[in-house]
């Protein structure tokens, strides 16, 4: 037996013995991409995690600081009074056929922040979470939702409180009147098409921030000129003349993403006749939703292979 040569009692296996041997004993590659629809079932099975990462880090924020979670409130609301005071206030800009700017600044700014610290959240979710990427198998997803989904769960403060501030802006002097009217029960919906549409960007943007890093400095600058690009401050369809109202660059304008997200809930208040529902802005705010999540998320899921990987 000693001059048999080693290997020649247990024959080599081939590729495809092998692949049939290791799937018998629910063994799978590491490192390579499952396809998409497991992926989903990957990913889904994990929805309980996802919920509770997010929720302690919701918990967690602003731990240092004297007043904790109070800031989760006061930024957006010294954000909007700083705005109050120059545009509605001040320079006057934002009061062109508004009827109530406060309350108009007060929702654009809330609103806004919402969608644009999931977006930014996103950009560095792989680059911020490398040891957990690195040290554990899970489908990759799981970062960027976990992190976007920190921002849903603290918006729910925000939501009510921007609700409670938007009410007493009705009782400034010079100001209309902000009536309570069933339409503010459709507020949490707007809020939930617009986070599902900015974590869709924000998966878009995490597979291109985990290779980019400079992209985390460069997505800000864009979303502070969206700022001013979709009405947060001033109203826009305003300030375009009559003359241009059917351009296409005005069309653009009036119909993209977060100035539709920025309207319609404006609209729930029924304050202002300027800012009325229509089937349309639902419809836009739908396929908004839905279509930028899945693009995002398949976008995501090309790279799948990559993250953490140097």
Not at 88 to 117: L, P
Request: with cysteine.
């Amino acid at each position: 037996m000693s001059d048999i040569p080693q290997g020649a009692l247990s024959p080599r296996l081939t590729s495809a013995e092998s692949a049939k041997v290791a799937k018998a004993a629910g063994l799978r590659q590491m490192g390579v991409r499952p396809n998409l629809l497991h992926y989903i079932h990957l990913v889904w099975n994990r929805r309980s995690f996802i919920w509770n990462l997010s929720a302690s880090k919701a918990y967690t924020k602003n731990q240092g600081s004297y007043l904790g979670q109070a800031w989760n409130i006061l930024r957006p609301t010294l954000d909007a009074l700083v705005f109050i005071i120059l545009f509605g206030f001040g320079f006057r800009a934002g009061r062109d056929g508004v009827a109530n700017i406060a309350a108009f600044i007060v929702i654009g700014t809330f609103t806004f922040s919402f969608m644009q610290g999931l977006i930014t959240s996103g950009v560095s979710s792989i680059r911020s979470n490398l040891s957990l990427v690195r040290s554990h198998q899970f489908p990759r997803a799981v970062v960027p939702l976990s992190v976007c989904m920190t921002d849903v769960v603290l918006f729910a403060q925000k939501l009510i409180a921007m609700l409670v501030i938007v009410f007493l802006c009705g009782f400034l002097p010079g100001m209309g009147h902000v009536p309570l009217t069933w339409t503010w029960l459709l507020t949490p919906v707007v809020a939930a098409l617009s986070g599902i549409f900015a974590m869709g960007v924000g998966m878009f943007f995490a597979r291109l921030g985990a290779r980019t890093p400079d992209l985390a400095n460069i997505v800000p600058f864009f979303l502070n000129l969206l700022r001013f690009a979709s009405g947060v401050m001033f109203s826009i369809s305003a300030r375009i003349s009559p003359a241009n109202h059917d351009t296409w660059w005005a069309r653009i304008i009036e119909y993209q993403p977060f100035a539709v997200y920025l309207n319609l809930m404006r609209a729930c208040f029924g304050n202002d006749p300027n800012f009325q529902m229509s089937t349309l802005m639902w419809v836009l705010a739908v396929v908004y939703a839905v279509g930028f999540f899945v693009l995002g998320f398949i976008f995501f899921w090309g790279a799948e292979e990559t993250y953490g990987r140097e």
